[in-house]
């Protein structure tokens, strides 16, 4: 699947490219990955069919008005068998009410720095927080899987719940979320 994962964002890079055929400064588009590809490219654990990033482009460009096309990308998982990755094109950062504002600080690069395009993998325990807020059963399997596969420490985790309790807009169903995680964490 990380291929498919690099293939996809490569292709992006591409349309990138050439829609903004004028602007050819390395890292003048960012890419944050989240979601499963991010939990996949962290722990080889689970696959996914979407992938989520957060784009961001130097305050000149206008990145939402370019219209990128992109094929899916084919892969073979060897519990799923055969799949395809997308482009998820309606994730947002605001739609996932629990990620730190600094996370862009903390993610981790993931290419030369050469390109248009330039690609970070959220750091683990941002992944993590950000799924605090849905807190399905796939949500804290994958905190788990980050966890185990010993990404962050559970003094990092409850370091940034902490900080998460600050900034979100529902603490006290946060707080629950957080009470569970920790608790299935400690656990382990």
């Known amino acids: 699947m990380s291929k498919a994962i ?3 964002l490569s292709q992006l890079n591409s349309e990138i490219e050439s829609k903004l055929n004028d602007v050819k400064v390395p890292g003048a588009v960012k ?9 996949h490219i962290l722990t080889n654990a689970r696959g996914s069919n979407d992938l989520d990033v957060e784009i961001e482009a130097t305050t000149q460009l206008d990145i939402g008005s370019v219209v990128i096309e992109l ?21 947002q950062i605001g739609i996932t009410p629990v990620v730190s504002p600094d996370y862009k600080e903390r993610a981790i690069p993931l290419c030369d720095g050469k390109q248009v395009l330039q690609v970070y993998l959220v750091n683990p325990v941002d992944i993590a927080i950000s799924k605090l807020s849905r807190c399905a059963v796939n949500d804290v399997k994958d905190i788990v899987e980050i966890y185990k596969n010993k990404r962050f420490t559970l003094e990092e ?14 603490p006290d169903s946060l707080r629950k979320n957080i009470d569970h995680v920790i608790m299935t964490l400690s656990s382990i």
Do not use: W
């Open 6 to 8: 690099f293939e996809l």
């Open 31 to 39: 890419a944050y990955i989240f979601g499963g590809c991010a939990v």
């Open 71 to 91: 094929n899916d990308v084919y892969f073979n998982d060897p519990i799923e068998g055969d799949m395809q990755l997308i482009l998820d094109d309606t994730f």
């Open 157 to 170: 985790f409850s370091q940034a719940c902490k900080e998460a309790l600050e900034y979100t807009a529902t």
